[in-house]
């Protein structure tokens, strides 16, 4: 399931963001690249350790908490700590490549399964020419370019790239989460499922009883289903 989500981050948050992100040391991505994808990676991104990686991960996770679309479409068991990267200048691209199927956590707490991939863009799109993210996804291929503060959530499993930025800085965060539920199959429908559900406790109220067993049927898949 490819998802574009909004609003993850107000643009107050988003503008704090920035403000940090630029004071802070970018280095040359390849420094942590894999063999095979160091060959396709051209960008700038932060250490992991660095203080404003620290400060903008807190802002980052408090928007995540809060929104209520990521945890139903997500249902994250864990969250990789959010990374961020910059594509521009001569350090403008990263070609075809997959993530590898699971990020070691650098403070040795344990390592995350990439089920599911995530971008948060964090620079508006007027703002650069180029920096499509494109996903190859099984309905086809997705060219994604989304508004500061907004996120796009695609299976792990996906081929995909950055086009060339061919003007201004294109700035966002990536970033991994192991899903309770494994099967992006079994998590759409149980977004889909949540989704409808949404919809009829606003028509007919919390107390209908059509309301209750449908709420009873999506509790009984997701504990069916749930890794945790
Ligand atoms: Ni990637």
């Not at 160091?38 to 991104?45: I, L, V, W, Y």
């Not at 494109?134 to 695609?154: C, N, P, S, W």
């Not at 930025?165 to 977004?191: C, K, N």
């Not at 989704?195 to 209750?212: A, P, W």
Request: proline share 3%; with cysteine; aromatic share 8%.
């Amino acid at each position: 399931m490819l998802l574009h989500i909004r609003e993850v981050l107000s643009l107050d948050e988003v503008r704090q963001a920035r403000e940090i992100l630029g004071q802070a040391p970018w280095e040359d991505g390849r420094l942590t690249a894999g063999e095979q994808s160091a060959k396709a990676k051209n960008n700038e991104q932060l250490r992991e350790d660095c203080e404003e990686t620290r400060a903008v991960q807190q802002l980052l996770l408090r928007g995540l908490e809060r929104h209520q679309v990521f945890f139903s479409a997500a249902l994250p068991k864990q969250i990789s700590p959010p990374l961020f990267n910059r594509y521009g200048g001569a350090s403008n691209s990263f070609g075809n490549h997959v993530d590898s199927a699971v990020r070691f956590l650098r403070d040795g707490s344990g390592r995350v399964r990439t089920d599911i991939s995530c971008t948060l863009f964090l620079a508006e799109p007027s703002e650069y020419d180029g920096g499509e993210l494109v996903i190859e996804d099984t309905f086809g291929t997705q060219r994604v370019k989304l508004a500061a503060g907004d996120m796009v959530l695609y299976p792990g499993t996906s081929v995909h790239r950055v086009l060339p930025v061919t003007r201004g800085y294109r700035l966002a965060s990536y970033f991994w989460i192991q899903s309770m539920v494994r099967s992006d199959e079994q998590r759409r429908l149980l977004f889909e499922m949540d989704n409808h559900l949404r919809h009829l406790r606003s028509k007919y109220g919390e107390t209908d009883s059509g309301v209750i067993g449908l709420t009873s049927t999506y509790h009984n898949l997701l504990r069916m289903w749930l890794d945790i």
